[in-house]
């Protein structure tokens, strides 16, 4: 289970988040701060979240409320962003590409800096070749709060959602009731990389 921390400033969404994390493990995919947004702040809560699960980083490339890139280089903001958190301390795992983006560049960083990807849909765990012939470890997402409530689980499962659903009572308590039901499955739960078969970069990506 992993949350895209969108608003990771927000006072209402970051109490609602941490109370949820101190009851279910919740990878927290946190956005890092765009310009003009407290920092301070930020790295408190990200140390927070660190402290109680696995971090990740969410990249979102045009603006907090706009994760797609329309412009610039997609990787270098994934690099600097790294650099500044791990220069902060901070030692993310997990990466999930805002708006489900990636591209073989992107993908490339992602796997330099021993990231675990998120962003695949849909699959099986495996490992992405990428086209310098190194793998990335792929615990690719498939289900949406919805989709963990009706759908079938299979052997593997890895639901989302963002942390502004839970300001949403209808979606809070769709989504306690999946984590409740993943609970009962008494089945692994983590977010350690597993081993898988080999995919193509437009296998994992471009489905
Ligand atoms: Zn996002």
Known sequence: MSCHLERPLDHETWRRFRRLQDR???????RPPHYGEDRALWLDHAREA???GPLGHHTHWTSPAHARPTGGDPAARVREEA???RGQGLAPTLFCGGGWYMDEEVAETVAALGYTDCTARGLEPCRVRLPSGGLL???PTTHSIGALVRRRLGPYVHAYF???DLLDAKRRFALVAGLARLHRRERASGSEPLAGPERSFSEA???
Not at 24 to 30: G, H, R, T, V
């Open 205 to 207: 990506f471009e489905r």
């Open 137 to 139: 470890p792929e615990l």
């Open 24 to 30: 279910f493990e919740i990878a927290a995919l946190i």
């Open 50 to 52: 660190a402290a109680h």
């Open 162 to 164: 963002h942390d502004y």
């Open 83 to 85: 650099e500044w958190m």
